[in-house]
């Protein structure tokens, strides 16, 4: 009995120096899963990325409900990870909770901006990049009609629209962009069959050129406009090779690096608010061997322009969450 | 010939109205069996899920789509079987059974995916035969210049995938069995009073055992309907809440087939509405948010259920395992 006890303890006390000593990273994704094909994947990637380079090991977690964020977040704290990155602006409320009780662990999350001295938080300008694939979109458009798919109906989502509704505009003050979000609920960034059927919908109202930012449902999305010869633009992971030659671009967030940063300065990461844009290489846009046929170098001049107008101050965007309302329908 | 933009979109709603409902019919008929012989199936979408897995990923290993629909009809038959051996043999909680089976179906597909294909529970996307082509029925083209009813033949009609002129065959055959045969009156029986049936010497178990079989069966199709027909590959949760959208079509329709043919078709057309007109503007009055329009399934079903059009009773024995008397 005591031998057993000794044995216990020994290995307790082990784990948890093994724990301390060691300070891995970790992240935790969002239920999209680290497989999305999208943002999760992006953060997947940066991780990678970290890992091949340095060499070092890190330890990920992909959520299965809502009710695993608070626990999965402390689990990785009380095991003595740091920084924890965690990516989705879902987080917010339970990191809130969870921050305050381990002040010694660093902490990351993406897309949303928590208030806390051991937070880092990491936003993007996802309106500048979605103004560029808008743009890119009226010029590839021949029915002067382009839709928009988001997931979930959040204001981060109508960023996106709002971005990209403003790149159509300024390159076609004619154009229509027929807008739909997926649903109400987390759910909407899983239905790839509902997305399909979005996409048919807007495609029967003349899009032909359709923008998806919703995660999984982007997916089905991607599908169905490929099935119909039609052209669409991917976000967050440059989604180009998915389907060659009906992928316009991809808008792309640059979800990896933000994760591999913040795994890079390890613990002694830099807590507050971290703005990444056009102009320090956080939000871009995707070209490669997949698309190179589909854009034509006067769409290429007319977004570079708009980019270098963008990052000069020139071209503002608007941005919905600075105001919740966007000036062009 | 050419059509007034609004005609287009006519049609265009009708032909999604379509596409939506097929996964509703295949679910609510499978339901419809299963209560009617007295066992609560909530369980429908948890059979649709692991059914769409195993029909993607049976097809992408065949390269069949139809051996694929097969691999999820056997799937879901397994389910179906686990139901019935918890709650007709063994006498359990019939809604806890069907709850314990949706999450099973949630969790061992994702399991299932990651361990074969490493892409976070999705199955690799299908293509060529290993996912369903629409087919065009004979003369589409040809009386697609008859006025009115010529595009509406080759546009709605015409041009859908195999498994939808399937859930729409079963309707009238599921009537034709539940309404005008033998076995169809012993099934909705031994909902109804499975002691008098037991007296007339017919067995309860075994009935209720083809029905819940039956379910296993329809839910199949339904599920290999998504990942096969409307999609092109399996994805986590994929089936989003559509087998409780069919028990709700079940309880609007009364647990009748025709009557659920209609409820799975209007709750189609809110689909395809909401999805092609966003925001309805009435007359420049106001205008009907599409949440509400999302919602209306739900709402028309409380509706029904509180007994204010119509009445929605039950099968009277639904829910209660069968206890010989000793």
Request: one cysteine or more; charged letters at 15%; a negative charge.
């Amino acid at each position: 009995m005591t031998l057993m006890k000794k044995i216990l303890g020994a290995t307790a006390a082990l784990a948890l120096s093994a724990g301390a000593a060691l300070a891995d990273p970790a992240i935790i994704y969002d239920l999209g899963g680290k497989f999305d094909k999208s943002f999760n994947q992006a953060a997947h990637e940066g991780a990678e990325r970290w890992a091949k380079e340095t060499g070092g090991t890190y330890k990920d977690v992909e959520l299965q409900s809502e009710a695993q964020r608070e626990q999965a977040l402390r689990r990785f704290a009380e095991a003595g990870f740091n920084p924890v990155v965690m990516t989705g602006f879902a987080f917010a409320s339970s990191l809130e909770k969870v921050a305050p009780d381990y002040p010694d662990t660093k902490f990351a999350i993406i897309d949303m901006v928590v208030d806390q001295p051991n937070v880092r938080s990491v936003v993007f300008k996802e309106h500048e990049g979605s103004y560029l694939v808008g743009i890119m979109a009226a010029m590839a458009s021949k029915t002067g009609t382009v839709g928009f798919i988001g997931g979930m109906d959040i204001p981060l989502i109508r960023k996106f629209a709002c971005g990209y509704v403003q790149g159509v505009k300024a390159a076609n003050p004619n154009a229509t962009v027929i807008q739909n979000m997926t649903g109400t609920t987390p759910a909407a960034w899983n239905d790839p069959v509902k997305g399909a059927e979005l996409a048919k919908a807007q495609m029967a109202q003349g899009a032909d050129v359709i923008y998806a930012a919703a995660g999984g449902t982007g997916v089905g999305v991607l599908q169905a406009v490929a099935d119909a010869g039609k052209l669409a633009i991917g976000v967050d992971s440059n989604q180009n090779y998915l389907h060659p030659g009906n992928i316009l671009t991809s808008m792309l967030k640059r979800v990896d690096v933000a994760v591999y940063n913040a795994f890079k300065t390890g613990p002694e990461l830099e807590t507050g608010i971290h703005v990444l844009g056009l102009a320090d290489g956080g939000i871009d846009y995707a070209m490669d061997e997949y698309n190179k046929d589909l854009v034509t170098p006067e769409m290429l001049k007319a977004v570079e322009d708009a980019k270098a107008g963008i990052i000069s101050g020139e071209i503002e965007v608007h941005d919905y969450m600075s105001d919740n309302s966007c000036p062009v329908e | 010939m050419e059509h007034s933009q609004n005609f287009v979109l006519f049609l265009v709603t009708l032909n999604q109205m379509i596409t939506v409902s097929v996964v509703l019919i295949f679910a609510g008929l499978a339901g419809l069996f299963s209560e009617r012989s007295g066992i609560f199936d909530i369980g429908l979408e948890g059979k649709m899920l692991i059914s769409a897995f195993f029909a993607a990923a049976v097809s992408f290993a065949t390269g069949n789509v139809w051996i694929g629909v097969l691999g999820g009809i056997a799937a879901s038959m397994v389910f179906a079987l686990i139901h019935g051996i918890t709650s007709i043999t063994f006498r359990g909680n019939q809604l806890i059974s069907g709850v314990a089976l949706n999450f099973l179906a949630s969790g061992l597909t994702v399991v299932l995916g990651n361990a074969w294909y490493r892409k976070g529970g999705q199955t690799p996307t299908l293509s060529g035969d290993a996912r369903f082509s629409e087919i065009t029925l004979p003369f589409a083209d040809a009386l697609r210049d008859v006025p009115f009813l010529g595009p509406i033949y080759a546009e709605v009609i015409s041009g859908h995938k195999p498994l939808v002129y399937v859930a729409f065959a079963l309707v009238p055959l599921s009537w034709w069995l539940l309404y005008r045969t033998r076995f169809g009156l012993r099934l909705r029986a031994v909902g109804e009073n499975p002691a008098s049936v037991d007296t007339a010497g017919i067995s309860v178990i075994r009935l209720r055992f083809v029905a819940v079989l039956i379910a296993g069966v329809l839910c199949g199709l339904a599920g290999a309907y998504l990942s096969t027909s409307q999609g092109a590959a399996f994805g986590r949760e994929m089936t989003a809440g559509r087998g409780f959208i069919a028990l709700a079509a079940l309880i609007f329709a009364k647990w009748r087939p025709w009557y659920l043919l209609m409820a799975t078709l209007l709750f189609g057309l809110l689909e395809a509405i909401s999805n092609l007109f966003p925001n309805i503007d009435v007359f420049g009055l106001f205008t009907i948010p599409v949440q509400f329009t999302q919602a209306l399934p739900y709402i028309l079903t409380v509706v029904i259920l509180a007994g204010f059009v119509g009445k929605a009773i039950p099968p009277r024995a639904g829910g209660e395992p069968y206890v010989k008397e000793r």
